[in-house]
């Protein structure tokens, strides 16, 4: 097939716009994070999942029902794939034993249905895990983002280094807004799936700031907001295809991964879109606004540099 | 011309024919099996295999075949997850009493695969079912009880050096010897330092008492804290193997936390019935005073217990145990010199030592039993149910005459076999925990669950894979199709890798593998790109080809790099399943720079390299 011809489009005519959109995301999540929070799956608050297939479909509230008939309150009932499918989660009741306290729903419940019902899997974490994972989580994102912010200011500059941080926080902090805004459930695979979404905008980034620094020591006139245009130009049709290509896959496993991976790979498809937004809008962007130059990188260096690492 | 040397080719097809051979085995299908391992006072003859195939065929369950392992274990092998429980039930329902049943999965090699001497990747709990249980040491508690033994022992010496003091308490972290006066103190002071001199030793003055104070130094607490993680992590690791689970995984992570891993563990009540069983021992007196025909009879004294012995003959024994499982600090099974018949030797801690010297010292001519209590799970027919339940069984296994006085350091006969002996050993040895534990965190994958996983992680792989395929070789043409080969390649040495490492293959591992398709398919679209950008800028086709590569490698190399950074992040601090997904990615990365740079380049070179080209197909 032969290439796409794309138009030479002045994206960085529409910066400010695209900023002032990105803010205005950036803004809600904001509002709904400090609103309604995140809705943290078991993985952060600690308690149990317990998940059945039954036989035959069967209605949730006659679930809820059965377990508020032995005195289980409190326990939330939703379908997870399929009406068949089940799942249950009880909050963490101090220190009672798990494994009793699944026992004893997973009799109660068979007893309802005659037995036709199969236990699919159950989940106990603890509060104090819990909150260590959360913890943990946390100090996660922080340091991936210092080492990436060391590593790319030693290959380019502060400023590329800063921009790229920028763009990649913004994709994160976008990712976790869509799960606050929709109360989807955010679990330690979502955790997982932000951390992949900060690598794959970051390596989005770099692509353009390769090519921008490669301009920046190859073009000697124009401004830096025209070789970045022209850098974002060049490699526009590379961010297409391979958004396209990550893009096939992560459908592929939001569609038939399963209902245990529908999180992960949402947190991917945001992440994704996002990232490519972010990379021509954010990072560079916020390394013009910092004045990067062609005098950054005055010191050229050799073509093919790195070719020694070639495995 | 694009050429590279015989011996850069050679070794790129060796590194990728080594890939391809190491990942052979994950092609064999994994059978859903049950091993199963001869009960105590059961040996694996070779009619246990047709007991086992009979009672399969009656329950109308159908296997593919039954194995003999190396260690003596069969291993019935099930074409689904469906048939392998319902093979584990009538196995369990009709020969439970003398076969113990663990679910596994097992690869089905052919022999020159297993001579080679390679295997597959191992599945996480969450493609094969199973039960992961995360357990946290009360460290605390493990300090307090330490110095609960040394306040023992202080009161012990001080008492035996007729020294006089007030009191000997555990104060918080510290053990507070309290005397009357100075002199005495000095006096306790001297005996104290011989034995607990590495302690931190105070004199304090407090009012009218005069004290001495012993605290742990921090690296004493460390090491004790330590023995205590590693104490505790063989006393699982005994009580598992003991109830031969098959390929348990018991280790710790971290200052205080230990990881249970039972692959085929089924219902999560078992669980704890794992955790908790244990085998020990009880010395009792034997009640020589009333008659045993009237306690069977129904008139058992108040101060004794009705006991049987192996062979069913009943025993009467007095209540007050003379010492008890957990008092025993050390346990050796050998053979009895003068019977040749097996036994342990037991030592016993210094309470259970004087209290043992006692009894035996009061008690020279009696008879005295040794009880084993074992906890052990049996399916009973309730109401043509089968119901599993745990029976508490308490068995004499010896009678014997006290000849002498003896205290910390023992002999039991009366075991069935050397392996009974070996057992208990191990079991009295490592039978109490250092510490206490509490389980923190619990996940039970029911075996369906784990087929569901495997089969939608691989279908996503699949349809992903075809969609990038298809869509490379559209686009890109020829060289789209060189990119589609090295990224199966690329598949391959994940594979291959992972199972070098011993990395276990998660649901998270696999969209760590889907993820990883996509994104190694940017090297090569960043190649193929810059090719393109060249071939416009109007040069020849084989310096489009160089300056492709030359071009593109510092973007893929940085781009790589800092997505390297995440997974490593991820790595150190993700658990379980996430250190999955981690490996993957990272194996993955690492891989798609071998294969989209230096293999993609080898087949170009090879194929277009030499030629004179007029265009190029990109």
């Given at each position: 097939?032969?290439?796409?011809?794309?138009?030479?489009?002045?994206?960085?005519a529409?910066r400010?716009?695209a900023?002032?959109?990105?803010g205005?995301?950036l803004?809600?999540?904001?509002v709904?994070?400090?609103?309604?929070?995140?809705?943290?799956?078991?993985?952060?608050?600690?308690?149990?999942?317990?998940?059945?297939?039954?036989?035959?479909?069967?209605?949730?509230?006659a679930?809820?029902?059965?377990?508020?008939?032995?005195g289980?309150t409190?326990?939330?009932?939703?379908?997870?794939?399929?009406?068949?499918?089940?799942?249950?989660?009880?909050?963490?009741?101090g220190e009672?034993?798990?494994?009793?306290?699944?026992?004893k729903?997973?009799?109660?419940?068979?007893?309802?249905?005659?037995?036709k019902?199969?236990?699919?899997?159950?989940?106990?974490?603890?509060?104090?895990?819990?909150?260590?994972l959360?913890?943990?989580?946390?100090?996660?994102?922080?340091y991936?983002?210092?080492?990436?912010?060391?590593?790319?200011?030693?290959?380019?500059?502060?400023r590329?280094?800063?921009?790229?941080?920028?763009?990649?926080?913004?994709?994160?902090?976008?990712?976790?807004?869509?799960?606050?805004?929709?109360?989807?459930d955010?679990?330690?695979?979502?955790?997982?799936?932000?951390?992949?979404?900060?690598?794959?905008?970051?390596?989005?980034?770099i692509?353009?700031?390769?090519?921008?620094?490669?301009?920046?020591?190859?073009?000697r006139?124009?401004?830096?907001?025209?070789i970045?245009?022209?850098?974002?130009?060049?490699?526009?049709?590379?961010?297409?295809?391979?958004?396209l290509?990550?893009?096939?896959v992560?459908?592929?496993?939001?569609?038939?991964?399963?209902?245990?991976?529908?999180?992960f790979?949402?947190?991917?498809?945001?992440?994704?879109?996002?990232?490519?937004w972010?990379t021509?809008?954010?990072?560079s962007?916020?390394?013009?606004?910092?004045?990067?130059?062609?005098?950054?990188?005055?010191?050229?260096k050799?073509?093919?540099?790195?070719?020694?690492?070639?495995? | 011309m694009?050429?590279?040397?015989?011996?850069?080719?050679?070794?790129?097809?060796g590194?990728?024919?080594?890939?391809?051979?190491l990942?052979?085995?994950?092609?064999?299908s994994?059978?859903?099996?049950i091993?199963?391992?001869a009960?105590r006072?059961t040996?694996?003859?070779?009619?246990?295999?047709?007991?086992?195939?009979a009672?399969?065929?009656n329950?109308?369950?159908?296997?593919?075949?039954?194995?003999?392992?190396?260690?003596?274990?069969?291993?019935?092998?099930?074409t689904?997850?469906?048939?392998?429980?319902?093979?584990?039930?009538?196995?369990?329902?009709?020969?439970?009493?003398?076969?113990?049943?663990?679910?596994?999965?097992?690869?089905?090699?052919p022999?020159?695969?297993?001579?080679?001497?390679?295997?597959?990747?191992t599945l996480?709990l969450?493609?094969?079912?199973?039960?992961y249980?995360?357990?946290?040491?009360?460290?605390?508690?493990?300090?307090?009880?330490?110095?609960?033994?040394?306040?023992?022992?202080?009161?012990?010496?001080?008492?035996?050096?007729?020294?006089?003091y007030?009191?000997?308490?555990r104060?918080?972290?510290?053990?507070?010897?309290?005397?009357?006066?100075?002199?005495a103190?000095e006096?306790?002071?001297?005996?104290?330092?011989?034995?607990?001199?590495?302690?931190?030793?105070?004199?304090?003055?407090?009012?009218?008492?005069?004290l001495i104070?012993?605290?742990?130094?921090?690296?004493?607490?460390?090491q004790?804290?330590?023995?205590?993680?590693?104490q505790?992590?063989?006393?699982?690791?005994?009580?598992?193997?003991?109830?031969?689970?098959?390929?348990p995984?018991?280790?710790?992570?971290?200052?205080?936390r230990?990881?249970?891993?039972?692959?085929?563990?089924?219902?999560?009540?078992?669980?704890?019935?794992?955790?908790?069983?244990?085998?020990?021992?009880?010395?009792?007196?034997?009640?020589?005073?009333?008659?045993?025909?009237?306690?069977e009879?129904?008139?058992?004294?108040?101060?004794?217990?009705?006991?049987?012995?192996?062979?069913g003959r009943?025993?009467?024994l007095?209540?007050?145990?003379?010492?008890?499982?957990d008092q025993?600090?050390?346990?050796?099974?050998?053979?009895?010199?003068?019977?040749?018949?097996?036994?342990?030797t037991?030592a016993?801690?210094?309470?259970?030592?004087?209290?043992m010297?006692?009894?035996?010292?009061?008690?020279?001519?009696?008879?005295?039993?040794?009880?084993?209590?074992?906890?052990?799970?049996?399916?009973?027919?309730v109401?043509g149910?089968?119901?599993?339940q745990?029976?508490?069984?308490?068995?004499?296994?010896?009678?014997?005459?006290?000849?002498?006085?003896?205290g910390?350091?023992?002999?039991?006969?009366g075991?069935?076999?050397?392996?009974?002996?070996?057992?208990?050993?191990?079991?009295?040895?490592?039978?109490?925990?250092?510490?206490?534990?509490?389980?923190?965190?619990?996940?039970t994958?029911?075996?369906?669950?784990?087929?569901?996983n495997?089969?939608?992680?691989?279908?996503?792989?699949?349809?992903?894979?075809?969609?990038?395929?298809?869509f490379?070789?559209?686009?890109?043409?020829?060289?789209?199709?060189?990119a589609?080969v090295?990224?199966?390649?690329?598949?391959?040495?994940?594979?291959?890798?992972?199972?070098?490492l011993?990395?276990?293959?998660?649901?998270?591992g696999?969209?760590?593998?889907?993820?990883t398709?996509g994104?190694?398919?940017d090297?090569?679209?960043?190649?193929?790109?810059?090719?393109?950008?060249?071939?416009?800028?109007?040069?020849t086709p084989?310096?489009?080809?160089?300056?492709?590569?030359?071009?593109a490698l510092?973007?893929?190399?940085?781009?790589n790099?800092?997505?390297?950074i995440?997974?490593?992040v991820?790595?150190?601090?993700g658990?379980?399943?996430?250190?999955?997904f981690a490996?993957?990615?990272?194996?993955?990365?690492?891989a798609?720079?071998?294969?989209?740079?230096t293999?993609?380049?080898a087949?170009?070179n090879?194929?277009?390299?030499?030629?004179?080209?007029?265009?190029?197909?990109?």
């Amino acid at each position: 097939m032969r290439e796409i011809k794309l138009p030479y489009i002045d994206y960085m005519a529409q910066r400010w716009k695209a900023l002032y959109l990105s803010g205005a995301l950036l803004l809600i999540t904001f509002v709904s994070l400090a609103v309604q929070g995140l809705n943290f799956g078991l993985d952060f608050t600690g308690g149990t999942v317990i998940e059945l297939g039954y036989q035959e479909p069967v209605e949730t509230a006659a679930v809820s029902q059965a377990l508020e008939g032995v005195g289980l309150t409190g326990v939330t009932v939703q379908y997870f794939g399929s009406n068949r499918d089940v799942l249950l989660r009880i909050p963490p009741s101090g220190e009672t034993s798990n494994a009793a306290l699944s026992q004893k729903v997973f009799d109660t419940l068979a007893a309802a249905v005659g037995g036709k019902v199969e236990m699919r899997r159950v989940e106990f974490v603890g509060p104090q895990v819990g909150e260590e994972l959360t913890e943990q989580g946390g100090l996660a994102v922080l340091y991936s983002v210092f080492g990436i912010l060391i590593y790319v200011a030693l290959r380019f500059e502060w400023r590329f280094s800063v921009g790229a941080v920028a763009a990649t926080v913004h994709d994160a902090i976008i990712v976790l807004g869509v799960f606050s805004v929709f109360q989807l459930d955010f679990d330690l695979n979502v955790l997982a799936s932000v951390l992949t979404v900060v690598g794959y905008s970051l390596n989005d980034t770099i692509v353009i700031f390769d090519r921008v620094r490669e301009n920046f020591r190859k073009v000697r006139k124009g401004t830096p907001l025209q070789i970045m245009n022209q850098s974002v130009n060049e490699t526009m049709s590379r961010t297409i295809i391979t958004a396209l290509t990550v893009f096939l896959v992560v459908i592929a496993l939001y569609l038939f991964g399963g209902e245990t991976l529908r999180g992960f790979s949402l947190a991917l498809l945001v992440g994704l879109v996002s990232g490519t937004w972010s990379t021509i809008y954010i990072a560079s962007n916020v390394a013009i606004l910092l004045g990067v130059s062609p005098a950054n990188l005055a010191v050229p260096k050799k073509e093919g540099e790195g070719a020694g690492a070639q495995v | 011309m694009n050429r590279y040397p015989l011996w850069k080719n050679l070794l790129i097809l060796g590194i990728v024919l080594l890939g391809i051979i190491l990942a052979l085995p994950n092609l064999f299908s994994q059978d859903p099996s049950i091993e199963i391992a001869a009960a105590r006072k059961t040996e694996m003859t070779a009619a246990s295999a047709d007991e086992i195939r009979a009672a399969l065929e009656n329950a109308k369950v159908p296997f593919k075949r039954i194995d003999t392992l190396d260690n003596g274990k069969l291993l019935v092998r099930f074409t689904s997850s469906g048939d392998q429980l319902r093979g584990q039930e009538a196995i369990e329902n009709t020969l439970s009493e003398r076969y113990r049943s663990a679910l596994t999965l097992s690869t089905d090699l052919p022999g020159w695969v297993q001579a080679l001497g390679l295997q597959p990747m191992t599945l996480g709990l969450d493609l094969r079912g199973g039960v992961y249980v995360l357990i946290d040491v009360d460290m605390e508690a493990a300090v307090d009880q330490a110095l609960d033994r040394y306040v023992e022992e202080i009161r012990t010496q001080l008492r035996d050096a007729k020294v006089r003091y007030t009191t000997v308490s555990r104060v918080q972290h510290q053990v507070v010897v309290k005397f009357a006066d100075a002199q005495a103190r000095e006096a306790g002071y001297k005996i104290i330092v011989k034995q607990f001199g590495d302690l931190k030793l105070e004199n304090v003055d407090q009012g009218s008492d005069f004290l001495i104070t012993l605290a742990m130094t921090p690296m004493q607490e460390k090491q004790l804290k330590d023995f205590a993680l590693q104490q505790n992590v063989t006393t699982l690791r005994n009580r598992v193997n003991a109830l031969g689970v098959a390929e348990p995984n018991i280790a710790r992570q971290g200052d205080r936390r230990i990881v249970v891993q039972l692959p085929g563990a089924q219902d999560p009540g078992r669980l704890k019935e794992i955790l908790g069983a244990t085998a020990t021992l009880e010395y009792r007196l034997v009640d020589t005073e009333h008659s045993v025909a009237d306690a069977e009879a129904g008139k058992v004294p108040a101060a004794s217990r009705l006991y049987r012995d192996r062979d069913g003959r009943p025993v009467l024994l007095k209540r007050r145990v003379i010492v008890t499982g957990d008092q025993i600090t050390d346990a050796a099974s050998g053979f009895d010199p003068q019977s040749g018949t097996p036994m342990v030797t037991v030592a016993l801690d210094a309470p259970g030592g004087r209290r043992m010297f006692d009894m035996t010292t009061e008690n020279v001519g009696k008879p005295m039993a040794v009880v084993f209590i074992e906890n052990r799970t049996i399916t009973k027919q309730v109401d043509g149910k089968p119901v599993k339940q745990t029976q508490k069984v308490e068995e004499v296994i010896s009678v014997a005459t006290i000849r002498e006085p003896f205290g910390r350091r023992f002999q039991t006969t009366g075991l069935d076999s050397s392996e009974e002996a070996h057992n208990l050993a191990l079991l009295l040895r490592a039978g109490a925990l250092a510490a206490p534990i509490q389980i923190v965190e619990e996940r039970t994958v029911g075996p369906s669950l784990g087929q569901d996983n495997i089969d939608q992680g691989l279908m996503s792989v699949t349809i992903g894979f075809l969609a990038v395929v298809v869509f490379m070789g559209v686009y890109y043409s020829w060289f789209g199709m060189v990119a589609n080969v090295v990224l199966l390649l690329n598949l391959v040495l994940i594979v291959a890798v992972m199972g070098l490492l011993g990395a276990t293959l998660t649901m998270p591992g696999i969209a760590g593998m889907v993820l990883t398709i996509g994104m190694a398919v940017d090297a090569n679209v960043l190649i193929f790109e810059r090719m393109r950008e060249e071939i416009r800028n109007g040069n020849t086709p084989q310096a489009c080809i160089a300056a492709g590569y030359d071009k593109a490698l510092s973007a893929i190399i940085d781009g790589n790099v800092t997505t390297l950074i995440a997974a490593v992040v991820l790595f150190s601090f993700g658990t379980g399943p996430i250190k999955g997904f981690a490996v993957t990615l990272t194996v993955g990365l690492i891989a798609s720079m071998f294969t989209a740079i230096t293999c993609s380049r080898a087949m170009i070179n090879s194929i277009w390299g030499g030629k004179r080209l007029k265009t190029l197909p990109v």
